[in-house]
């Protein structure tokens, strides 16, 4: 199989608290993607990180990429009760691999 | 601005019948893709789609399974003589050009299939 797998597979955390997940990948990629997943609803794009990049903001949300380790972590920071939900990271070769995702959730 | 719409969003069949899963992409997205989702997995794509075209069915099981986006109306699903193992969730996402990389991927809500 060529999905990539996330760690941990469940976190829970009190609001205001930093998150950080990662995923490992096995294909070599041209861009990984992070994804967020509520219960019952479909995927929201989150953040696109090129393979030349190692590093990525967007708002509170931080992305790093190892492409020597076929890593990616995505970091969520100050976080909130709303921020619960599934992640997901997607690495695209010529094809979209799902990981099995981390499910966060996040204490009031 | 409608995102990608799913319909329906639950649907239940007997074993041996036909289940139709319908997605409309973003207005102005000619990409659709499928994927199926089973409980505390991750999404497994199953086919991608052109308008008129299948570009990649590689993720689509051989037999009882078929995708097709006509040039005009939703994309169709269509998985025939239902089996228990066909129970899952089925997402359908589109983009406005092809290609795997540069794109993020805009996703319905799903349509939750259960096989009685």
């Known amino acids: 199989s060529q999905q990539g797998e996330e760690d941990p597979q469940a976190l829970s955390i009190q609001e205001g608290e930093n998150a950080t997940m990662n995923c490992s990948y096995k294909?070599?990629?041209?861009?990984l993607q992070w994804y967020r997943q509520n219960s019952g609803r479909g995927l929201v794009h989150l953040i696109l990180?090129?393979?030349?990049?190692r590093e990525k903001h967007s708002g509170r949300l931080r992305v790093t990429l190892d492409t020597s380790k076929k890593s990616s972590s995505l970091l969520i920071t100050a976080s909130r009760a709303a921020d619960t939900a599934s992640y997901f990271c997607?690495?695209?070769?010529?094809?979209?691999?799902f990981g099995t995702g981390t499910s966060l959730t996040v204490i009031p | 601005n409608a995102g990608v719409m799913q319909n329906p969003r639950h649907l239940v069949r007997r074993r041996g019948q036909e289940a139709r899963l319908r997605c409309s992409p973003v207005k102005g997205h000619s990409h659709v893709y499928w994927y199926r989702q089973l409980p505390e997995e991750g999404l497994k794509f199953m086919v991608y789609l052109q308008k008129e075209n299948i570009i990649d069915e590689s993720g689509m099981p051989k037999e009882r399974f078929s995708a097709e986006f006509p040039k005009e109306g939703p994309s169709i699903l269509r998985i025939q003589q239902v089996v228990r193992g066909d129970s899952a969730a089925y997402f359908c996402a589109s983009s406005p050009s092809g290609g795997w990389s540069n794109q993020p991927q805009h996703f319905g809500d799903g349509t939750r299939l259960s096989i009685l």
């Open positions: 990180i090129r393979s030349n990049e």
């Open positions: 294909t070599s990629i041209n861009n």
């Open positions: 997607a690495n695209t070769g010529n094809q979209f691999y």
